[in-house]
């Protein structure tokens, strides 16, 4: 049961049906936004607002010392005609993980899961009906100290936003295995979400695109050999019917999508193996014929197959996508959980 927030409603709707099925990722917003803010060592009650720009400083602390974490889960139309929150105390887990690891205040369970509950129930009409399709939730959270000085920021506002979207890939995902920059190292911020962390990978991924591909493989940060994510996702191998992947060894991100897949995975039937991989072990795998899929896996792309990874003068193909595939089989099945099709499992939707 959720308490009550103070709303302030819109009153002309932005919605209508092209927009809600057909916008491109991330780019148009519902018509609301909830927003809360902490200052003087506790949190102001949370508030419903139109979605739209509110003033900020120029000297706000988020803006030149990056105090400034981000969330990202999804809603889903349910089968029975409802509107279903994907783990969103996971998200919201993670969120307050990213806060200590960034010194900021936690950000009250009630104000994150009763707020955002309020905002995707007001604005429920915007989650796409199209197959695939999902309200994007993103919560943000940063600092607005106006003071240049290097600490903790004393005050920070909390929004969420919500976007209707489809499908993030089109087609199978190309990746090249990135020796020069690294996404994280030990003791970074790589097992969390600060905005940071976006910021020092968009070079590598936009060489990796003039270069015809759409992301990199992401390698360890000590010897630049194990590999750890793909662009933005987390990654599986299918080597000999086991599925492979990288075991959270502190530098790579928990992703709720990992451990529902893993999850499912087993249950499958399928043996999952969570350990180092060294890029060698992937190379020798697929020379051996025993490297059989490999898929991204996260919020914005479910599970997405991987067609090509290009690792120095390598080009390793991979069949993608085929029905038969365990990363297909295992996305079929996360989005019948999803949208309440296959009966609820291990309690992960929250209805609205
Ligand atoms: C770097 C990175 N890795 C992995 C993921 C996948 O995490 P999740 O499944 O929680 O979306 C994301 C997306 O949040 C990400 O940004």
Redesign the pocket.
């Known amino acids: 049961m959720s308490t009550a927030i103070a709303t302030q409603a819109t009153k002309a709707t932005r919605l209508t049906e092209a927009i809600r099925e057909q916008s491109p990722f991330g780019e148009v917003f519902s018509d609301h936004m909830l927003t809360a803010e902490y200052g003087d060592g506790r949190w102001g009650a949370p508030q419903l607002f139109p979605f739209g720009p509110r003033p900020l400083s120029p000297a706000a602390s988020a803006l030149h010392y990056g105090q400034s974490i981000f969330e990202?889960?999804k809603a889903h139309r349910t089968v029975d005609a409802g509107v279903a929150l994907f783990r969103p105390a996971d998200?919201l887990a993670?969120l307050n993980r990213s806060a200590a690891r960034l010194a900021m205040p936690p950000v009250p369970p009630m104000l994150l899961l009763d707020g955002i509950t309020a905002l995707v129930r007001l604005d429920r009409e915007w989650t796409p009906v199209r197959e695939g399709g999902a309200l994007y939730i993103r919560p943000l959270y940063f600092a607005i100290d106006e003071a240049l000085v290097v600490r903790p920021s004393r005050r920070y506002r909390f929004v969420v936003m919500t976007s209707p979207v489809g499908a993030y890939f089109s087609e199978p995902v190309r990746l090249v295995a990135e020796e020069r920059f690294v996404?994280a190292f030990p003791g970074g911020t790589g097992d969390v979400?600060p905005s940071g962390?976006?910021a020092g990978a968009l070079l590598a991924a936009q060489q990796a695109q003039t270069i015809g591909f759409h992301n990199v493989l992401w390698l360890d940060g000590v010897e630049h050999r194990f590999v750890e994510?793909s662009g933005?996702?987390?990654i599986v191998f299918v080597v000999a019917g086991v599925a492979v992947t990288p075991a959270l060894s502190g530098t790579i991100?928990p992703?709720?999508?990992?451990d529902s897949v893993l999850t499912l995975l087993r249950d499958m039937g399928v043996r999952v193996e969570e350990r180092a991989i060294a890029i060698e072990e992937i190379v020798n795998a697929h020379d051996a014929g025993t490297l059989t899929e490999a898929f991204g896996?996260?919020?914005?792309a479910t599970v997405a197959p991987v067609a090509t990874i290009r690792y120095r003068d390598r080009d390793l193909t991979l069949s993608a996508g085929a029905p038969e595939a365990v990363g297909w089989r295992v996305r079929c099945l996360l989005e019948a959980i999803r949208t309440g099709r296959e009966p609820y499992r291990h309690g992960w939707l929250v209805r609205v």
Do not use: C, D, P, S
């Open positions: 990202g889960f998200n993670r996404r979400k962390n976006y994510e933005l996702m987390n991100l992703g709720i999508t990992r896996v996260g919020t914005a």
